[in-house]
């Protein structure tokens, strides 16, 4: 993350990393954390969905999490367009799978607790 900082961040932050020459304050450390977590991540999984195309159950849980908070469907088109999102099919359907596993997996633990 502290490679992503120093060639993406705010120039004080990026500064502040490049300078230090031992461990960073803890303090400081979760405040960078807080600011560039997200923006990291995202980076990271869209740069690996480039390299490699079979890489991309990460960059569907990421899409399913953005869409929990409030990504919507044009949204996802956008993204697919810029190539930094799956295509809205592709994104649909393994959402339908993701959610039939789990509601399946619900209802044999239900099933198991009652008996």
């Given amino acids: 993350m502290e490679l992503y900082i120093i060639r ?3 120039r004080g932050d990026s500064k502040y990393l490049c300078d230090a020459k031992t461990l960073v304050h803890p303090r400081i450390m979760d405040n960078l954390v807080r600011r560039y977590g997200f923006p990291f991540w995202f ?3 869209s ?3 480039t390299f490699h195309r079979g890489a ?3 960059l569907f849980y990421w ?3 953005m869409e929990y908070r ?3 469907r044009f949204g996802r088109f956008l993204q697919a367009v810029c190539h ?3 295509d809205v099919r592709t994104y649909d359907r393994w959402r339908k799978s993701e959610v039939d596993k789990y ?3 619900l209802t044999e633990l239900s099933t198991f607790i009652l008996l």
């Fill in 8 to 10: 993406y961040g705010k």
């Fill in 103 to 105: 509601s399946k997996l």
């Fill in 70 to 72: 409030g990504l919507s």
């Fill in 84 to 86: 930094v999102g799956m």
């Fill in 47 to 49: 740069k690996m969905q």
């Fill in 63 to 65: 899409t399913l999490m």
């Fill in 43 to 45: 980076h990271l999984i």
């Fill in 56 to 58: 991309s159950k990460s």
